[in-house]
């Protein structure tokens, strides 16, 4: 069973930068990741996958804003957060699939980490 845990959440200023960490205890080399996140008093929305192959996607609200990668040789995955919006306070999530190739819904979630952004 894949462990997962996030870092690099805090406090920063709009139009500051973040990166969010995270590590997978198991072997993740082969399994499409995700960042997920959660604001308060809203649902959990997916912000970011990345397959086995580096394809990536995000929702549209972070584009050109936010990068996300993987480290093969860390077993991590990161997201980097630019040009940060008080709108993307929320609860970041790292989170495995039962898939590599394609980004199939979550399996495996981590802790999450804390993101809040002041204007």
């Known amino acids: 069973q894949v462990q997962l845990v996030e870092s690099g959440g805090g406090l920063v200023q709009a139009g500051g930068s973040l990166r969010l960490s995270c590590e997978g205890s198991?072997?993740?080399?082969?399994?499409?990741m995700a960042w997920y996140r959660q604001a308060p008093g809203k649902q959990r929305e997916l912000v970011a996958t990345?397959?086995?192959?580096?394809?990536?996607n995000y929702v549209d609200s972070v584009k050109g804003r936010f990068t996300i990668s993987r480290d093969y040789a860390g077993n991590r995955v990161y997201l980097q957060m630019n040009s940060l919006k008080s709108e993307d306070t929320a609860v970041y999530y790292c989170?495995?699939?039962?898939?590599?190739?394609?980004?199939?819904?979550?399996?495996?979630w981590g802790q999450g980490t804390r993101v809040t952004v002041s204007s």
């Open positions: 989170v495995a699939s039962r898939s590599g190739g394609t980004w199939l819904g979550p399996q495996t």
């Open positions: 198991g072997n993740i080399f082969s399994t499409a």
């Open positions: 990345i397959t086995s192959v580096n394809r990536v």
